[in-house]
């Protein structure tokens, strides 16, 4: 058994794999002779199966099988040794009659190559944004902390710093035939949510108003702070919406004392107003320069791939698209749709040679690490800030369980690998800026 190489050009070629008859022979035989054993066939007795009706019935399925698995192999073995980096997958060339019995049999293979190319970071260059939190961010976030440990104090009426709960539900028209049960929704609103807020901002506890279907339907934003998605929203039963204030509340902050700082970030860490905002500034610095990082990696990954000239197997690709799609039926719409898709394809094998050509690899201790990260974020959300390690492996372990989360993790590695590389070897014009500034600048 061999492969041959006909290079098309210097990013597709013909594989061809040719195989002998001795080269699957003997397995073949061994197979049909574990049929003959153990085949049941009305008129004979297990086992007493003659070899010629066994070989009739079943030659020519196992022959096909055992070829194409030591083809495949072989194809493998032949892509593994030479290093090649395909683009899609091999697309076989229709044989219009496989004889197993021949002697020697050939399959050929159109396959697609990434280019051979070398990316210079150096060369490429982009702000790369030093950003620190000001005293409105600081104080902002620990307003937050004091907001997720305050208590409530029920209030009278509405007001600016009110948190109002609403039920919302469908009114059933009087003459409405059937039986109609719409659960209704519970939302709690504040200033914030401006439309829901302006609606009821002057009602009472337990006072109701109506909204009319067409108004929630002409207003998005209204009908999400009501509790109903766009699609809910077009799909109200009724014409009249009831809104109830069921509760009225402010917060009292909890004071800014030990008791709160154990609470955020364990007992005895934080024994400070200082130290707290110090803490606070360097984890909001840390998550800003985060930011700012990914920032500066895609504005140098757009440059490399606006610049770089890498040559894509493009006819390779339109039969590659027309075999692996079945919803394309036409070399005109594979041309069609790879033309949507170049710029993608170009992407993805600049990454790829980023991080083979800087020999990035994953393991299973670097997935654990960044599932366990996510893990702490979401635990950060709820103000959980101090669960012991082995809590927040276990529950990492348990996220990587799904197969999609794994896939999606480690390709959330990957990238960060690939950020360090670009951070340390594109070229870094050093630029101090507020975060609101950042912000702006992500804009654009």
Known sequence: ?????????????????TIDKAD????????????????????????KVPMSMVRKQYEAPVSFEEINKQVSEALNNYVNENNLKLVGQPVPVPVDDLDFNAEQLSVAFEVGYE??????????????????????????????????FAEREEQEKIGKDSYVTLQVSQVVEADAEGEHHHHPKTVTISKDNKEAY???????????????????QANEELAKQLGFSKDEA?????????????DIYGLKLHELN???????????????????????????DEFFQQNADVHFVNKILEQVNEKEEVKLPEAFLTKWLM???QNITSEEQAK????????QVKYQIIEGKLMNDNDIKLDYADVLAQAEQLVRNQLAIYGIHHLPDEEIQKYAVEMLKDQNRIQQISSEVAMSKLKDVILEKATKKETAISHDEFLEELKK
């Open 115 to 148: 280019p051979d190319f070398k990316i210079d970071l150096a060369k490429y260059e982009a702000p790369h944004y030093k950003v620190e939190a000001s005293d409105k961010e600081i104080g902002q976030s620990i307003e937050n902390m004091q907001k997720r």
């Open 336 to 343: 069609e749709v790879l033309e949507a898709e170049k710029n």
């Open 323 to 325: 075999f692996s799609n």
């Open 1 to 17: 058994m061999k492969v041959t190489a006909q290079n098309h050009d210097e990013v597709s070629a013909l594989l061809t794999v």
């Open 258 to 284: 030990q008791e709160l700082f154990d609470k955020v970030y364990g007992e005895g860490n934080i024994t400070s107003e200082e130290e707290l905002r110090n803490k606070v500034k360097a984890e909001l």
């Open 234 to 246: 077009e799909h109200l039963h009724h014409d009249e919406l009831e809104v109830k204030v069921v």
């Open 198 to 216: 302006d609606l009821v901002k002057k009602l009472k506890k337990d006072e109701t108003l109506k909204v009319s279907k067409a108004d929630v």
């Open 24 to 47: 699957y022979k003997d397995k073949v035989e061994k197979q049909l002779h574990n049929y003959a054993k153990n085949a049941q066939v009305p008129g004979f007795r297990k086992g």
